[in-house]
């Protein structure tokens, strides 16, 4: 990512570091000075950029990071960044030398990674920390919660390992019925209960995702890992109106090339879409290749000066076309379009917005979805 050159791209996307700020504000004030905050940068910041995002919540609060894979865990090392980082998940065995090279606290699933783990690290005589994940229903990774104490007993006798934490996720925090989370809840609490009964200590206890730390204080623990609402995005339609977010991306291009073809002209490859003459087709260095989804061809809009313009035609990899129609409106008519002109493709201008839940509903998908994919090659310009 760092390779990337803004100045040689005229599609960009621009990261609002004081949203981030504020974002973290709002938790802080949600969950209190007393629990830790564990800020989910986990693929390259959900797309924002994950060392520009780790520097800013950090300043601004936040105590630990979460991350995906050692890699990301590397990447924010080499940038310098010393707080904590925990992986969300376990990684491979051959993976273990980063771990300790880098401080990386990985989460535990299996015994045989642990006690790897604990040999690898007595032998370099460093005590590694790790969180034990407790499946309590999501059924995705982690130990069975009726099985965790018996796991910490057979791993507990190692010297070189340190039980840090012990945390579980929540598969239905976000959706409007509450029976599911209410069933993972109650597994996770009388499993801190029973190691606490059987002199276990859990060490930090998390389990709060964004949608829990929105709506449910039960489920903060010692820590919460939000992770969408940090870019200002909400986990889904039910956390609307609970908390205020700031969207810290948008998505911006300049056009490349205007024309007006003949009446019947196509546009893009297939040719689908057919000009009816009197408008303009200016085209956009930005397509799928950019995370625009080939899916919204024809099913978009851009903002020009504060206006709404369609999209017109087969989205390409690396460009696409909008129509824009300045001799429509004679009472408030668009000025044409020419080539350096600057368009929005998620964000707000003259009043109107572009959001990603908007393009997320039209695709039938979440704004998480999107936000990664157009972090991975528009260059980030951090404001
Ligand atoms: C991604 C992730 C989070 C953050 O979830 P958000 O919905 O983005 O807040 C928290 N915990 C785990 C284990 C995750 O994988």
Redesign the pocket.
Known sequence: MSSMRPDTRSAWLEIDGSAITANMYAIRERVGRQRLICA?V?ANGYGHGAVFVARTVLAAGADRL?V?TVDEAIELRQAGITAPILL?GEPPIASIPYLLEYDITPTITTIDFALTLGEMADLSGMVAPYHLKVNTGMNRIGIHYTEAIEFLNAISFHRGLKHEGTYT?FATADLIEDWDFKIQLSRFKELIDAMKLADIDPGIVHAA???CTIRYPATYFDMV?????LYGLH?SKVTYGKINLKPAMSVHACVTHVKEPLVGEGVSYGLQYRCPGNVQIATLPIGYGDGLSRLLSDRMYVLYRGRRVPQVGTICMDQMMIEVDYKKSLLNPLPPITVGDEVIIIGEDGGDKLTLDMMADELGTIN?ELACSFGMRLPHIYV
């Open positions: 989910v986990k979460a995906a969300l996720h995702n964004s949608a890992r939000p992770g969408i609402m986990p998480y």
